[in-house]
């Protein structure tokens, strides 16, 4: 077999975890090889919390993961992968570690030996707060409530199933003289949100930052994923989270140079016409921003806007202020701020206020905390990315316009000034010493961790009026996208990022591409949708309110049927539970109403699945053709637009999955390692994996169309529905054509005398032999058999 290629073709996800090791992942290699990927694309392998179904709470970073079959089983891997002409691809996680001492060796030294063991530079502590401590927010009460349950153990305290160093010459002393006198704190774990005094992942206190700006923490952190590379084990790298990191271009630089150039893509989340930083030597992103673009394509921009007005009148008064997007976002940040990330708040406060008091630049003297906080606050809410990446970046980020409005929130003028003292830090304007960076440092940090969780984990649950808008990356307040605005795209991504990654569906993902891609039909008829609801609805006690009902129904009509109905409950209830409390409206994760929780398992049981939801299961029976359309046209423009595909596992077959950990299950191989029986979709399945390996078997036999040297052409058609004909070529050799918005184009009349003029030559439908065409050819015959078509050239 041929060696894999420097840059990917296509990378295919595996999701390892304790019940889907090396092992299974080496049995499935045959299977995947032959679907035409040329990389498997690993979740994290590295040293992870014991039982984790991710990996992301890594350890140790020395070692490769043994529940997973440690490092031999991980070469074992790569071995058989490159018998069959495939290469790998590691996941790794640079910005954070488990807050777990018992398992993590690093952690626990620095916590026997405080600020002067030579590991403390490793992890991101703020050791002049809470009296020189680390808190860790462990104890299920108050300490009073608890003290009888933590025991010192020889040179161990325990409580439960944690376990604690204690430092030297301690272990005798009683209880309280023995806490006062370590390097850390076990507190109530409600005091993480105001107290916490080492950088976290978001708000998850059980995951530590780690301080990868370093250069000794950069390399011991990254010895292990280096050496994997140089050996040849592995051929290229994700970066998970990199805005999380204190330079994130500063690290890619040491790691672009670290691993000679490999091929890297990072896990950046990009704003509605942000670019990625054109400094970072990156092949490009891992592909939210492409999928925002297929997805927008399948969406009525129209319908949308009606459908919106049918979610506000159906959820009214129970929308979050009428269901407008931008004000959504703002409530949940000033939320967040306040309650998640008031201890990064905090800190960012504290940073600002120590260097305005010892600045000698006399206008940064006099500004009181609380004015700080309050104009770090209203920037912050008004920040339309998730982070600024440098003082010139910052003026296109912490706009003049956001520190205007930001000035109206000071009742007496004066203390506004607060504003431009930050905003002008922010800029660079009182310089660039080691005060000044910690502080743009904090405060990009903070606002990466804010923009997650308001948008990502707030926001897109209080939000709802089209389910399949409000996913990762996504611009729920206009997710539709022309087909003018998709060819430009794609022209940008060839010419700037043509090795970019492209995704559809991942595991972080809300829903799997195709459960979005049934949902995207709505816009096209919003009217019948919201009768049905109606019809539906009526008589169903109790809703516990119409905001989550409405979600519901989407939620149930997006899965479709899927496999045994008791089971199939159970996920909608399951994703419905953690909708409610990720939205945090009527509960949440840390402080759960369970009355209304037991309601929302209620109203799932009695309406959406229950008999009910036969009136929404009907609707989708009747739209299956346009859901069909959606399916095959959205995976058929991933694997043939520019950038490197990514495949998440079993989406190769139609895949229906909810939101983690629904989509986070082990994949069904076969026994000997093929396909199995694909997921929910049933006979539709073998048609979507048709059009997989037809376009992943090009993709792999003609590498010179597809990759960094490949043109991109938009093809536009003629006729009276002209718009509703997605269709590019690549590099004059293959065509991509697509129907989009194919409901409204039947109610429209269909095709007519539509036509796509095809570029010069004959070509092949490479899915159908024996269909050929040449010049312009009437759309109702070339999408007769197939609503994916993908045509390559015949040689002259």
Known sequence: MPPAPAVPTATYRLQ????????????????LAALGVSHLHLSPVLEAVPGSQHGYDVVDPTRVREELGGEEGLRELSRTARDHGLGLILDIVPNHMAMSPRHNPALWEVLRDGPSSPRARWFDIDW??????????????????????????????????????LREGTAGLPLPQLLDAQWYRPVWWRLARTELNYRRFF?????????????EVFEATHAKILELLHEGVVDGLRVDHPDGLADPGGYLRRLHEA???????????????????ASWPVAGTTGYDALRHVDGLFMDPAGFGELLGRYRAFAAPQ??????????????????????????????????????????????????????????????????????????????????????????????????????????????????????????????????????????????????????????????????VGPDRFHAYCARVQRDWPATGTVLSTHDAKRSADVR????????????????????????????????????????????????????????????LKHVREAGLFTSWTEQEPPYEEAVARFVAAGPCGVPGRKVAEL????????????????????????????????????????????????????????GDGGDGGGSGSEKEAVTRAALALRARRPEVFGTSASYEPLGAVGPAADHCLAFARSGEVVTAVPRLSLRLAESGGWRDTRLPLPRGRWADVREPGREFEG?????????????????????
């Open 776 to 796: 312009e050819v009437r759309a109702a015959e070339l999408f007769a058999a197939s609503p994916a078509v993908l045509l390559e050239r015949l040689p002259e």
């Open 128 to 165: 002049e707060a809470q009296g020189g401590q680390v808190l860790l927010p462990v104890l299920g009460g108050p300490l009073g409530e608890e003290a009888d349950r933590l025991k010192a153990d020889g040179d161990v305290l325990r409580y439960h199933e944690h376990a604690f160093p």
């Open 319 to 480: 929308t979050d202020r009428g269901g407008d997007w931008d004000a959504t976002v703002r409530r949940a940040a000033y939320k967040v701020l306040t309650h998640e990330l008031a201890a990064e708040t905090d800190r960012l406060t504290r940073v600002a206020a120590r260097l305005c008091a010892t600045s000698p630049e006399t206008a940064l003297r006099d500004r009181a905390p609380w004015a700080l906080r309050t104009a770090l606050t209203e920037l912050l809410v008004r920040l339309e990315v998730y982070r600024p990446y440098s003082p010139e970046d910052a003026a296109t980020v912490v706009t003049e316009e956001a520190a205007a409005e930001a000035r109206r929130a000071f009742a007496v003028p004066e203390e506004a000034g607060a504003v431009d003292v930050v905003r002008d830090l922010l800029l660079g304007r009182y310089g660039d010493g080691p005060a000044q960076v910690e502080f743009r440092t904090r405060f990009a940090q903070t606002a990466s961790a804010l923009r997650a969780k308001s948008v990502e984990d707030t926001a897109f649950y209080r939000y709802v009026p089209l389910l399949s808008a409000t996913e990762v990356g996504g611009e729920p307040g206009g997710p539709a």
């Open 16 to 31: 390892l975890q304790p019940d889907f090791p090396f092992s299974a992942a080496t049995t499935a290699v045959p299977h």
């Open 620 to 675: 989708r029976e009747t739209l299956e053709p346009h859901i069909r359309a959606n399916v095959l046209g959205a995976a058929l423009v991933h694997l043939t637009m520019p950038g490197v595909p990514d495949l998440y596992q079993g989406t190769e077959r139609e895949y229906r999955a909810l939101v983690d950990p629904d989509n986070r299950t082990p994949p069904r191989f076969g026994e000997n390692g093929d396909g």
């Open 203 to 215: 708000s998850i206190s059980e995951l530590i930052g780690v301080r990868v700006e370093d250069p």
């Open 517 to 576: 891609a049934a949902l995207h039909v709505l816009t096209e008829c919003p009217g019948r949708w919201a009768d049905v609801l109606a019809e539906a609805s009526r008589g169903v006690e109790p809703v516990p309110d119409a905001q989550l009902a409405w979600a519901a129904w989407q939620t149930v009509f997006g899965l479709g049927p899927a496999g045994d109905e008791r089971a199939r409950e159970e996920r909608v209830r399951e994703a419905l």
């Open 259 to 277: 691993t000679g150039g490999r091929w890297t893509v990072v896990e950046k989340i990009l704003a509605d016409g942000e670019a990625l930083p």
